[in-house]
């Protein structure tokens, strides 16, 4: 039986996915992880991050492997006294890219150097989860990962995914006379929150992981083309119950509404919109144990999906990295009233 207590804590493999086959969306011509922020290549910020998180072990990243090796070693990164970065030539799929470099984390042979077959490695690491994060955020910072990995409750789940609120992303609105960013949202009974890039998965624990290259086949649901199509594909899954398209439909009539300003109708619906409920819906999708954590930091919900996005990150990089530093500092240090009465103590 596998081991219950596994803590990803402990020793955890990150997989940064930079693949850009399939149904890939490049900005700009460009893989956004090798597109630069302050001169820059986005992974390079993200791979920064990882460096500095203390759960992190190994770091694995997926995608064009020749050009993301040069990206990184002009970069300096991966060098002596750093972190061990492993890179791994990209599959035609993001499916393909997560399962494959997923089985990279794992010893390929036994004792005897014979290659250990899939059932040998499902029996002796089911209970082994991965951090696995998109490679364009170039905002994402390591205080913000230890916020996820600490928020997942993997004693109870195997998939946690990482969600960001609005109140998180507020300051990273337009305002007169400043360039910004403005994300949509679900509309959830006690909150509005965005999927952010992070995921903290048991990967052999999912039963049906070609559910979620569906997702991502049709991820932008702010389109009704996507989400109707989407919505086609789910309703012929075995899975799915009438409550759950009930839901599905009402997150994005509420998305709509939401924009209406002082629509009641909006606030009523939302009452059907329970978060848990909805992880459960997903959850029994994949045949999994899912769960779904907040961050507050707002740079993982900040990824690069288009030239404007590019731009306006590029231009309000610093200002917004010390916008995240400010909070994190206003959390972790104690108030200076506090410090000064302990320095009188003799």
Known sequence: MPDERNDPKETLDAVVLAGDRG???????????????????VIAHVISALQRCRYVTRIFVVGPRERILEALETEGIG????????????????????WNTFLATLPAQGPDGAALPEETLRARYEGKAVLFLGSDMPL???????????????????????????????????????????????????????QNNLHMIRVFRVINPQYGQLMYRFRYQTKWKN??????????????????????????????????????????????????????????ILETRFAMTTTTYGGAA??????????????????WRALQEDLYNRRTQPPAALVDEKQAIP
Request: hydrophobic content about 40%.
């Open 140 to 194: 994402l910072t390591h205080y913000e990962l230890e916020e996820f990995i600490e928020g997942c409750d993997m004693q109870r789940y195997d998939y946690v995914a990482g969600t960001t609120p609005e109140e998180a992303l507020k300051p990273y609105y337009p305002e007169k006379g400043t360039p910004g960013i403005r994300l949509a949202y679900f509309y959830l009974k006690d909150s509005l929150e965005r």
């Open 302 to 319: 900040l990824d690069v999906d288009d030239k404007e996005q590019l731009a306006v990150i590029g231009s309000r990089f610093h200002r």
């Open 79 to 98: 060098g002596k006294g750093q972190k061990e970065v492993i890179v791994v030539e990209q599959w035609t799929s993001l499916m393909d890219n997560g």
């Open 227 to 284: 989400m109707l199509l989407l919505l086609r594909e789910l309703l012929s899954l075995p899975e799915l119950t009438l409550g759950m398209v009930f839901r599905f439909c009402l997150l994005h009539v509420c998305r709509v509404l939401g924009r209406i300003p002082w629509m009641p109708l909006n606030r009523l619906l939302r009452r059907f919109l329970d978060k848990d409920k909805v992880a459960e819906d997903i959850g029994a």
């Open 23 to 41: 149904a890939y969306k490049p900005v700009c011509g460009e893989n956004k992880a090798l597109l630069q922020i302050e001169g820059i290549p």
